[in-house]
């Protein structure tokens, strides 16, 4: 039996869904008559709030006409979207017509994973969940509890928890996203990356990408300026197993052999190093340990890297001298989703030292200073110092860890070490498409007492909870105010633009009133969240009616280039660029980077390789009939002759079977000239196995139950997910 | 006279698709229909490949065949821009202009008229630019007016390379792909 | 190597794949019918057969009345936007073939009509009086009768290259652009006809004689298929690429089996036995006649369909 057919579906009932199927893409059926009512009766309306499709937080424009939400633009006035959002942002709308949300709290009625539920009050849910964190602070301390928690819509969550008195809350944006990145550039810079990233492209003359897949990777800035790159006339350069979009413009496409980019890095720097290409003047002034560095690079040469990476050593030198002509506008883009193999915080460190020796670290066209407005927090009383110190990096066994690790939170729930940890919140990830080995998630969940999850559609992770908390979308809500780091600084506003259709609520709402059903209501001085906006607005000197009305207010603009004049200081122990790391050496890591190999799926088995659709985020807008129009399902991408010899036609469904016997749901074949032949590749976040999102269940295959094996980053604890291997069964011999 | 067109700069753009689902919500295109597509065009063979992509769409052709073999008179060159329409009241679903698109532009809405772009008149006419091009992340689509030689499309096509889609089908089509 | 992946990816979305479904084979193959029997029955009438034969002059026009009205039901059907219907007699499109074939179909009626008065069956002699005097009046003026004669044949040759016309219009399809494709449906609507009379006649004249005539329909309709084949693969690439989706694509089998093999081979040879006495008149032959000229239509309707110019 398959280990697919033995999982069990998680589903909510269908008695929490009340409107029919089948209804259209802009179905009105969501919206009762009574909401309709409350509406203005005609015209359109134009709201400014902000995009919650992912977490770049575009300032957007939603269209309400005769009380109905009808389409969502960008706001010019933002610098994020410069007035354009992405097709996500532009099919937001499906979010709050989609027919299956959720619409009432939920109280598990039976066993986890089964699924019977009763739904109740919100103060019955309230009521259910503080007696559950009284009982599990009382045997175990408040640090018990832990939250799990992706976007700015958590903020007022992690601020009731933090008054409850536990520092355990976490985001998979760290661990299985970009931190191995970020640790990398801080051990060299001694400064992250930041979201929005502080990458010039717009003014990059050379543009290297390494895997990094702008253009299905849709984060709004960075595509954006990557056309103007491009239409700039900018050296493109892409590395990547996949000719991905990226690469249809690039003047070099680098077809590696995936895992070995530290390889290629490492040969490109003894490129800039040996033939004197690098910035010498910028290292000699802000280097360190340079020597010490050149020397370790000796031995990698591009013959070196050749068998490696499949990339010719004539083929490493031409893009080495490319990058050093257009120096110090060539920049190398540092990625965003670095957890792939296990050492990505020192291939990130690589890709550091190679910015470092085109001196693109605070130049035009590589990375500028960010700035942003000075918005005080609200002025709460001290939290409860946590008695005993976060759960999830016991003895800093991951010593460049500088966010908590979700994983890790994991691990301790199941192993009870360094502490128990019994109670888990989590708003707005859907913990079992984004962690790796669902079944450690699950092992988890089953030791906890309390699962509280929420969510605005019946997630997989929602199958699992304990209280499901309803929440209204982005568009029928307020969330905290996004003081960004950017370009320029300014704040914007997400406010509601229509009502939600159900007994959704916003999670400061959540939040507030279960703090104060813990007794914690002292913490939430403000009556409601405008109060709150007004106050901190007010306190930096600016007006919330104003802010409501424009929905995005920006401060002056300063320079954002040393050659400007803003100072470039490196946080770094010896305060300069760290080319030579003797904190990693302190450490019992390579000071400099060195690429080992990694292991190669066997005779006849692929590497499983995923990313983004330009129409999809992770797994949370599947279910959104718009973007589900665009693509409903994802495909395996195959190499074209692979496929051949395989006997695989595109549109045949095949399943997937990764080495430890786990078997995916079925998918399409796309054979393809666009793919090595070592490697597959499909766009995360399909395969759902949750019933009640009815439109999306079991459509496509999910990358996340395949990432069985992960590699564990000894840096930060980050879990490389590209370990894993498939074969692929036609769907007809299947038994 | 103006001659609507627009010019679309594949260099560009990404594929992104964000034009069809900008036109999706503007129009209220129906489920499982869309207006707009993209096309993917690679040639080659792993790893020497080149990719072309295309924001696709009825041509609003100089010479449109659907106008020419509509039996009512339904489809029919607008007078604003020589946009080329379906008066919805007319159509009586024949597909006769739906089998005459080499483009396969057009499709019938389930509530039994032939549907295609429009050139978002409706915006158009207010002055606006097309939901789809003014949507566009990349900036990539541009609309206007094929007979004003300093209209911002028509000084595109004066100074870069383009093409547009099977010419050779006599359809005269007024959608430049600029490559 | 070229891969187009084009983001429109199944029938509903994407035109190219479907666009018209049985309807339009069943009328354009009631339509050719109709036209082959206006034809002959508007030369019989014009030999002044109507004297003699029974079945072609006397319940011809009736049948293809029906079958008329059975085409244009399914055109109907074909429709989405039925209530419309009435649209396509408010306006007259002289660039559509459709609005063209809409008119004609429009004064068939009338055609077949008065080709009824000419000789009133039994059962409905005197129920009104208006025919009868319409029938006599035809009969006192013998050149009335001949015009209508030639009058059921112009229609019926209109009628017959119209179904192809209609087609070939459409520049869209590859496999439509044939300046043959109406010769092919007036011959294969001519054959059609003939095989039809031939299998319901009880008349042995009229029998032998479009047995006969069958057979030279069917020769020709070699010749137009040689001649349209021809012309496409000598053409484009495209029009290469679109005929030989009937040659040897995946409407090959059902074209080389049923339309030329079952559909014209087959039968040519059992009727030549047949009219050489060789062998008995059964209806096999005109059945598979019949049945190769409506597959005739719903090949080059789908093939032609699915051929593009991408
Ligand atoms: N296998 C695999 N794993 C991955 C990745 C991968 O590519 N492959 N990518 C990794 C990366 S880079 C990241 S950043 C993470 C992302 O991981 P997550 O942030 O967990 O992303 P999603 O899987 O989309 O889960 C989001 C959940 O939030 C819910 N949701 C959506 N909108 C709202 C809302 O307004 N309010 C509330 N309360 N809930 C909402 C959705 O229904 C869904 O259940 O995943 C990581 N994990
Ligand atoms: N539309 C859309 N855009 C998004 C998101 C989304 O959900 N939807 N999520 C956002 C988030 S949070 C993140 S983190 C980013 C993620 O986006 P990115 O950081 O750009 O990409 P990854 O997911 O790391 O990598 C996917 C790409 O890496 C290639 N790749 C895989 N293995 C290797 C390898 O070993 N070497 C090399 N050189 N390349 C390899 C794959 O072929 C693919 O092209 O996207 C962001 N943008
Ligand atoms: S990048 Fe797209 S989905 Fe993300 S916030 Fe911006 S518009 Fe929304
Ligand atoms: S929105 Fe622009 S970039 Fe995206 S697919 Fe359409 S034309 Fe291309
Ligand atoms: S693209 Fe097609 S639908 Fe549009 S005008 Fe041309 S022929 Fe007509
Ligand atoms: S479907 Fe409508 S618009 Fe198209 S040809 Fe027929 S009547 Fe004209
Ligand atoms: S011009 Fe308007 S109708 Fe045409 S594709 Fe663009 S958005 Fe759709
Ligand atoms: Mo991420």
């Known amino acids: ?399 460049f860890a500088h966010e908590t690790i979700t994983t890790g939170i994991r691990e301790a729930t199941i192993t009870g070490k360094p502490y128990p940890v019994k109670g888990w919140f989590v708003y707005a990830t859907n913990l079992l498409q984004a962690l790796p080995n669902e079944q450690e998630t699950i092992k988890a969940i089953q030791n906890l007492d309390l699962l509280v999850v929420i969510d605005v559609v019946p997630s997989e992770i929602a199958g699992w909870a304990d209280v499901v908390l309803p929440e209204s979308v982005y568009l029928e809500r307020h969330d905290d105010l996004n003081v960004e780091l950017f370009r320029e600084p300014f704040v914007a506003l997400r406010q509601p633009v229509v009502e939600p259709p159900g007994e959704q609520k916003p999670n400061w709402w959540m939040a507030k009133r279960l703090a104060e059903t813990l007794g914690l209501g002292h913490f939430y001085p403000w009556k409601d969240i405008e109060e709150y906006f007004a106050h901190r607005l007010t306190a930096a000197g600016l007006r919330y009616e104003e802010l409501k009305a424009k929905g995005i207010l920006r401060g002056a603009a300063a320079p954002i280039y040393a050659a400007d004049g803003v100072p470039l200081t490196f946080e770094t122990p010896s305060g300069k660029i760290e080319f030579y790391s003797p904190q990693l050496e302190q450490a019992g890591f390579d000071p400099v980077p060195v690429y080992r190999k990694h292991e190669e799926p066997p005779p006849g088995a692929f590497r499983l390789l995923f990313g983004r659709s330009p129409v999809h985020t992770f797994s949370r807008t599947q279910t959104n009939r718009v973007l589900a129009d665009m693509m409903d399902e994802n495909e395996i991408w195959v190499n074209a002759d692979v496929a051949r010899r395989l006997e695989l036609k595109s549109g045949e469904y095949v399943r997937l079977r990764n080495q430890d016997n786990v078997l995916s749901n079925r998918i399409k074949v796309k054979a393809t000239q666009r793919i090595r032949p070592d490697c597959v590749y499909m766009v995360h976040g399909f395969g759902h196995t949750a019933k009640g999102l009815r439109h999306t269940y079991l459509k496509g295959a999910s990358d996340s139950q395949l990432v069985t094996r992960y590699a564990t980053d000894p840096l930060m604890g980050g879990t490389g997910m590209n370990v894993n291997f498939v074969t692929l069964e036609p769907e007809a011999t299947r038994v | 006279m103006s001659r609507y067109g627009m010019v679309i700069d594949t260099v560009r753009c990404v594929g992104c698709m964000d034009c069809v689902v900008a036109c999706k919500t503007e129009n209220n295109v129906p489920e499982g229909f869309n207006r707009d597509w993209i096309a993917y065009d690679v040639q080659g063979e792993f790893p020497t490949l080149q990719m072309e992509i295309r924001s696709e769409r009825c041509n609003h052709c100089d010479a449109p065949p659907c106008v020419y073999c509509c039996p009512t008179g339904a489809s029919h060159v607008h007078d604003v821009g020589g946009v080329v329409l379906v008066d919805y009241d007319k159509c009586i679903g024949c597909k006769a202009c739906v089998a005459s698109c080499p483009y396969g532009a057009r499709f019938i809405n389930p509530e039994g008229y032939a549907e295609k772009c429009t050139f978002c008149i409706h915006r158009v006419e207010e002055g606006l630019d097309p939901a789809c091009v003014s949507v566009c992340p990349t900036h990539c689509m541009h609309f206007g007016d094929l007979d004003d030689p300093n209209s911002e499309v028509s000084t595109l096509l004066a100074s870069r390379r383009h093409h547009t889609l099977m010419p050779e089908a006599g359809t005269k089509p007024r959608i430049f792909y600029l490559t | 190597m070229q891969e187009l992946t084009i983001t429109r990816h199944n029938e509903m979305i994407d035109p190219l794949l479907h666009i018209w479904g049985w309807e339009i084979p069943v009328y354009l193959f009631l339509g050719g019918l109709v036209a082959g029997i206006m034809i002959i029955s508007g030369y019989f009438v014009l030999q002044h057969r109507y004297r003699h034969t029974v079945f072609t002059t006397f319940y011809l026009p009736y049948i293809a009345l029906a079958l008329l009205s059975g085409g244009m039901f399914a055109l109907f059907l074909d429709l989405e936007h039925k209530i419309y219907f009435w649209r396509l007699y408010t306006t007259f499109e002289w660039t559509s073939p459709m609005s063209w074939g809409s008119w004609i179909l429009l004064i068939i009626y009338p055609a077949l009509w008065v080709n009824t008065l000419i000789r009133i069956p039994e059962p409905f002699k005197g129920k009104i009086p208006l025919f009868d005097r319409l029938s006599a009046l035809l009969h006192q003026h013998p050149v009335l009768i001949r015009n209508i004669g030639v009058l059921n044949m112009v229609l019926g040759v209109a009628l017959g290259m119209y179904t192809g016309v209609l087609l070939s219009s459409f520049g869209a399809r590859p496999l439509w652009n044939s300046a043959m494709l109406w010769a092919l449906f007036l011959v294969s609507g001519l054959s059609a006809a003939a095989a039809f009379v031939h299998l319901i006649t009880t008349d042995v004249y009229e029998r032998e004689m479009l047995a006969k005539a069958d057979n030279a329909f069917l020769t020709l309709e070699l010749f137009v298929f040689g001649g349209f084949i021809t012309g496409l693969l000598t053409s484009t690439k495209v029009h290469i690429d679109a005929v030989r989706l009937l040659l040897d694509g995946p409407y090959a089998p059902v074209f080389w089996v049923f339309v030329i093999g079952l559909g014209i081979l087959v039968p040519l040879a059992i009727q030549l036995f047949a009219v050489n006495h060789k062998i008995r008149h059964t209806a096999i032959a005109p059945i598979l006649v019949l049945l190769g000229g409506l597959t005739l239509r719903f090949v080059i309707v789908y093939a032609g369909q699915y051929s593009t110019w991408a």
């Open chain 1, 1 to 399: 039996m398959s280990s697919f057919t033995r999982r069990k579906f998680l589903k909510i009932s269908a008695a929490t869904v009340t409107v029919a199927s089948g209804a259209a893409v802009l179905s009105k059926h969501s919206v009762t008559p009574a909401q309709a009512a409350k509406r203005p009766a005609t015209g359109v309306q134009r709201i400014p709030t902000t995009c919650d499709i992912c977490f770049w937080k575009c300032g957007a424009i939603a269209s309400v006409r005769d009380g109905v939400l009808w389409k969502i633009e960008g706001n010019p006035d933002d610098p994020l979207s410069r007035g354009r959002l992405c097709p996500r942002g532009t099919g937001g709308v499906g979010a709050h017509f989609d027919p299956d949300r959720l619409r009432r709290p939920l109280i598990r009625r039976s066993d986890r994973g089964r699924d019977a539920w009763h739904e109740v009050s919100w103060d019955e849910a309230f009521a259910y969940i503080a007696k559950k964190m009284h009982a599990i602070k009382a045997a175990h301390g408040p640090e018990a509890v832990a939250l799990f928690s992706h976007g700015i819509g958590g903020n007022f969550l992690k601020h009731t928890l933090k008054a409850f008195g536990t520092p355990n809350m976490a985001a998979p944006s760290f661990a299985q996203c970009r931190g191995p990145r970020d640790t990398g550039f801080r051990l060299t810079f001694g400064e992250d990356i930041g979201s929005p990233e502080r990458t010039d492209i717009k003014n990059a003359q050379c543009l290297v990408l390494i895997g990094s897949h702008l253009g299905e990777n849709m984060h709004n800035s960075q595509v954006q300026e990557f056309a103007d790159a491009v239409g700039n006339g900018a050296t493109v350069i892409v590395a990547d197993p996949r000719f991905s979009i990226a690469a249809g413009k690039a003047k070099h496409y680098l077809p590696i052999k995936p895992g070995t980019d530290l390889a290629l890095l490492l040969a490109w720097m003894h490129v800039l190093v040996q033939e004197g290409l690098y910035d010498k003047e910028y290292v000699a002034k802000h280097g360190f340990g340079f020597e010490q560095f050149a020397a370790r690079l000796a031995t990698f040469t591009p013959e070196w890297a050749y068998p490696e990476t499949g990339i010719a050593p004539d083929v490493i030198r031409a893009t080495a001298r490319e990058m050093a002509r257009h120096k110090p506008a060539t920049l190398v883009h540092p990625g965003r989703h670095a957890t792939w193999y296990g050492d990505d915080a020192q291939r990130s460190r690589a890709i550091a030292l190679l910015n470092a020796l085109l001196g693109s670290w605070g130049s035009k066209g590589g990375f500028y200073t960010p700035a942003s407005m000075d918005v005080p927090a609200y002025p709460y009383p001290a939290y409860p110092k946590p008695a005993r110190p976060k759960v999830d990096n016991p003895d800093h066994r991951y010593p």
